[in-house]
């Protein structure tokens, strides 16, 4: 494996005929094929939603691994580093969707939930009785919507996920007691700019290129990091660079050159001052230490 492989479903390289909308199946189905263990990989514009309903193990999630067991749900959100180690047979359903359309519905219906659906999250869940479950029926609907596919399927299902993620929100929210805040235009501004370092931290665009896709000046966009982050703008987007930078270090076998020039550094030299200087460690040293931990 040169790098972290991307797969619409795990193990799957071809986009298929669900590209549009979603998939459903259990997690026993992929999981058992491969013997409980799913290796790191992350999907391109696709989210997954697991609800684990008996079993557990060890999630992979970026850089760190988590141990869970059942009942609990899982969002795992588009470029997310992710993988598996189930402690033998596990049950329940796995969602995976196009995660863009999803946002635009939030965006519009209840955008101060955006934030929640770009990052992933673990919610461990009561122990209900079948009738009493809010769960399944909204994952069974799911499961018959696709396998149905009747008329004006995929808005019926991003109506019937977005549902699912909402109860997902109010279960964790009830654990975490974590208000879910309305964002105000300034919020949207800093989403907005995030979701750009997102898309373009590997070209190495200026401060300048970033206000003006945004419409603002660099003085807004340093106001606005500072009033909603505490930050600035450049610590945020050599923030998204060294994340990157680690994912591969840790997750592929791609040389410390190679995951250079793959994020936009020509100089190899100049990328390991860059990565030493916000990690306080070498390429090298960083990925010796990822793997003897197993991160």
């Not at 790191?40 to 869970?68: C, F, I, K, P, W």
């Not at 995976?96 to 770009?118: C, D, F, K, R």
Request: hydrophobic share 40%.
């Amino acid at each position: 494996m040169n790098k972290i492989p991307y797969y619409a479903l795990y193990g799957e390289l071809a986009p298929p005929i669900w590209h549009e909308s979603l998939h459903v199946e259990s997690i026993s189905l992929r999981s058992g094929a491969y013997n409980w263990e799913i290796a790191a990989h992350r999907h391109d514009g696709l989210l997954q939603m697991l609800y684990l309903q008996s079993g557990g193990g060890e999630v992979l999630l970026d850089n760190q691994r988590v141990q869970v067991k059942a009942p609990c749900l899982l969002f795992i959100p588009e470029q997310i580093v992710h993988g598996f180690a189930w402690h033998g047979r596990v049950d329940g359903h796995v969602i995976t969707a196009v995660q863009h359309p999803l946002e635009s519905i939030v965006q519009v219906l209840s955008p101060g939930l955006l934030p929640q659906i770009q990052k992933p999250c673990i919610v461990a869940l009561p122990h209900w009785e079948p009738a009493d479950d809010p769960l399944e029926p909204l994952y069974r609907a799911l499961y018959e919507e696709y396998h149905s596919r009747g008329r004006e399927h995929v808005a019926c299902s991003m109506s019937l996920l977005l549902a699912l993620v909402i109860q997902m929100l109010r279960l964790g929210e009830y654990k975490d007691g974590l208000p879910v805040h309305h964002h105000d235009r300034r919020s949207q501004q800093i989403i907005a700019f995030r979701e750009l370092v997102n898309r373009h931290f590997r070209e190495h665009l200026s401060l300048n290129d970033y206000a003006n896709r945004l419409g603002i000046t660099v003085v807004t966009l340093g106001r606005l990091c500072h009033e909603q982050l505490g930050t600035t703008p450049m610590t945020l987007i050599n923030a998204r660079l060294i994340l990157e930078a680690k994912r591969e270090l840790a997750h592929s076998h791609q040389s410390v050159k190679q995951i250079a020039h793959g994020m936009g550094f020509s100089d190899v030299g100049y990328f390991s001052r860059f990565f030493r200087k916000h990690s306080q460690h070498s390429p090298s040293e960083f990925r010796l230490e990822a793997r003897a931990s197993g991160r």
